[in-house]
């Protein structure tokens, strides 16, 4: 019987393994587990796991190329780990929660990545083959993980897209380290994106006062040249005044400086402009 914690690293091992589309190749004692990765961390994990978990020590070798360098490790496997290496998708996920959470960490490190936060929400995991990200998809939604999956250059990407749920996977497979980082960037991210919608919606609510404000003070002086603030009612007379002195209040603050309600003084700015545009009609119409 393998013991717990051996389990726990064959668990990550062997998802490693799936994730990069290894294989199993036969070696003068027996068979072995054959890596190709394009990280030196993760071949480096593969080393480690297998010293302690096989007690074997890995052949280890890396080919540069022009753009990135591969590294191939080759797995002497004992027999009894090498059911392990040979199940179908269905059957390779452990059945022990500890042992799911390793198995998970294992093919993130495989076929994972995710964007840094001060970008975009984005964590995602190529699979190998539909069947492996539907196995993927089931882990996820049994950790209470939103995600779906996307056919891209004829490979299936398992995706998740939310803040909460890439903290979720991270937590998942045990990068408390990685959850501290996200959600300090996460904070920041999330405090200035608040601060620019404040900045935003306060330009427009100042942009669109202005606006109004310079069309009624236009029309009170449009009523000034024609001689027809003096035929106007004391009330509008004197909402003229206050526009005219004070452009640059909205309703409310004029509204409180003229002691009225706010829908008053919008009636009686509107009944300004009303005014001023029926006397530049009837001027077209005479001319």
Known sequence: MIPARSCCQLAELSAIFYATRGRLIRTGNGNAAYFSLLRNSVARKVVR??????????????????????????????????????????????????????????????????????????????????????????????????????????????????????????????????VMEFENVRVVRDVRAQVNRRINFETANIDKTIGSAMRQVDAINKLEQDHGLETLPPSLREMARWRKENPELNLAELAGQMNLSKSAVNHRLRRLIEIAEAGNEVSRTAS
């Not at 070798?61 to 199940?87: D, G, S, Y």
């Not at 995602?124 to 539909?130: C, G, N």
């Not at 539907?134 to 993980?145: D, F, K, R, S």
């Open 49 to 178: 796991l297998s010293r302690t978990l096989a007690q074997v020590e890995a052949k280890y070798h890396a080919e540069r190329h022009a753009k990135r360098t591969a590294f191939f490790i080759e797995v002497p496997l004992p027999v009894a780990l090498e059911p392990a290496f040979t199940m179908p998708a269905a059957r390779a996920v452990p059945s022990r929660p500890c042992d799911r959470k390793n198995f998970f960490r294992g093919f993130f490190l495989g076929c994972g990545s995710v964007n840094a936060p001060s970008t975009r929400y984005h964590l995602e995991l190529v699979a190998p083959t539909l069947g492996w990200a539907t196995v993927l998809i089931y882990l996820l939604h049994e950790a209470e993980i939103r995600a779906g999956v996307v056919e891209r250059a004829g490979q299936h990407v398992v995706y998740v897209k939310d803040a909460e749920g890439i903290v979720r996977c991270l937590q998942l497979m045990g990068g408390n380290r990685a």
